[in-house]
């Protein structure tokens, strides 16, 4: 049996909107593969993924990039990709033969777009790949400014070729990389402040974080968040639309504010109102930082159920939404946290000192990033399976994608 370790990464387009998600995996519990061919091992991943947990559920309908190993691409396994869907990409490491070449043709012929991954000039100033690919990936972490540049300049010429800056980690290095030409984006230069200084809040946020303020009292007065919420149109269709999904699978619809609030409960009232201002302050941000968010939450929620920590379910799930906060507002985490009606220990956990909800957090940051010798320390130190956490993972995602319906 062949354990599937699987995870994704945004790629984004110049809106910052997701073009697509690699998939990022591994086939044993080492950041390498080992006692199992290298092909096989891809071979299940692959299989597993498209056949068994299905495309979609992984993909949302973006494209899922797909990386092979020559052999695959020689036995046409790319083919087992969704051809709306799939992107195959060419490990760095694969040395072009015409048997090769002839597979890629087929592969491109049959609508698959080809995408060459790690870029670099030296030694690859004829590669017969760079004809055939459709994206050229460069990691940024392993080019210089210039390097990147030059290859921008070779070639963006005409269009064909869309270039894909990847381990982009600054908001600098993403303003830098448009300019060059280059079209799609992965890393994590979105999860990080574009200033970590303090910059003054617009009015209608600070509206939001006073609603925050009022679900901190120790007993909610449900009458005075009707009138906050009601004097809120925004705010009182998405706590509507929410109350009224299958999540909640109510059996007449509910129409008013305190009936909705009635129905809620204190604890998910106050999650429904932290995902509310977190997308609210996410506005001028990519949407996908809010996925993450609240794929974040919902994880660290159910992890901390596996561990028989139910009763405190809320507040990993208020720590996993808000780790983004500093990202959100352009402010030092430290300073957010004063404002924010979050208890003693997930706020420490975000101001990264030890403690079991710290534990939950580094588990699920080291899953979304695909650190898996991370993974595994944490999960054999929590006593999780691992099987159990992949699908932790992914039932998070489809809850994701149900809450931005």
């Not at 009458?223 to 299958?246: C, E, G, M, R, V």
């Not at 352009?330 to 009606?341: F, N």
Request: glycine share 6%; proline share 3%.
């Amino acid at each position: 049996m062949v354990e599937v370790y699987l995870a994704r990464q945004a790629i984004l387009d110049v809106r910052q909107k997701v073009y697509g998600y690699e998939l990022l995996y591994r086939s044993s519990d080492e950041n390498r593969y080992t006692g199992l061919d290298g092909d096989e091992a891809s071979m299940a991943v692959i299989r597993n993924v498209m056949l068994v947990i299905g495309s979609d559920r992984v993909s949302g309908g973006k494209k899922v990039f797909v990386n092979f190993t020559k052999n695959l691409l020689l036995r046409g396994v790319a083919s087992l990709l969704p051809l709306e869907i799939g992107v195959v990409e060419i490990l760095e490491d694969i040395a072009p033969t015409p048997e090769l070449m002839k597979a890629l043709e087929k592969i491109r012929a049959q609508g698959y777009p080809l995408a060459l991954d790690d870029f670099a000039l030296q030694g690859n100033e004829n590669n017969p790949f760079i004809e055939l690919a459709d994206i050229v990936k460069v990691d940024f972490r392993q080019s210089g400014l210039e390097e990147r540049a030059e290859i921008a300049a070779k070639l963006s010429r005409g269009g064909r070729v869309k270039l894909l800056a990847e381990k982009v980690e600054t908001r600098e290095e993403f303003r830098l990389a448009i300019e060059m030409g280059y079209r799609l984006f992965q890393g994590y230069y979105f999860c990080k402040p574009v200033i970590m200084a303090r910059r003054d809040i617009p009015g209608y946020k600070i509206n939001y974080l006073r609603i925050l303020k009022e679900l901190s009292a120790e007993e909610l007065d449900f009458d005075t968040l009707q009138d906050i919420i009601s004097h809120d149109p925004a705010l009182a269709f998405k706590l509507l639309k929410y109350i009224n999904s299958s999540y909640f699978a109510t059996r007449q619809k509910v129409t008013s504010i305190k009936r909705a609030l009635e129905f809620l409960g204190e604890n998910e009232l106050k999650k429904w109102a932290m995902i509310a201002v977190v997308m609210e302050f996410g506005k001028d941000q990519p949407f996908e930082l809010l996925r993450l968010s609240l794929l974040r939450a919902r994880m660290s929620e159910k992890i901390a159920e596996m561990q028989g920590w139910r009763q405190d379910g809320s507040s990993f799930f208020l720590m996993g939404l808000l780790s983004h906060m500093d990202v959100l507002l352009g402010r030092p985490m430290e300073e957010i946290l004063e404002d924010i009606p979050l208890g003693a220990a997930p706020k420490k956990a975000l101001l990264g000192k030890a403690n079991r909800h710290r534990v939950v957090f580094d588990l699920v940051v080291a899953y979304e990033r695909a650190s898996w010798t991370r993974v595994f320390d944490l999960t054999s130190r929590l006593g999780i399976d691992r099987e159990d956490l992949l699908q932790v993972y992914l039932n998070s995602l489809e809850w994701v994608d149900e809450a931005f319906m």
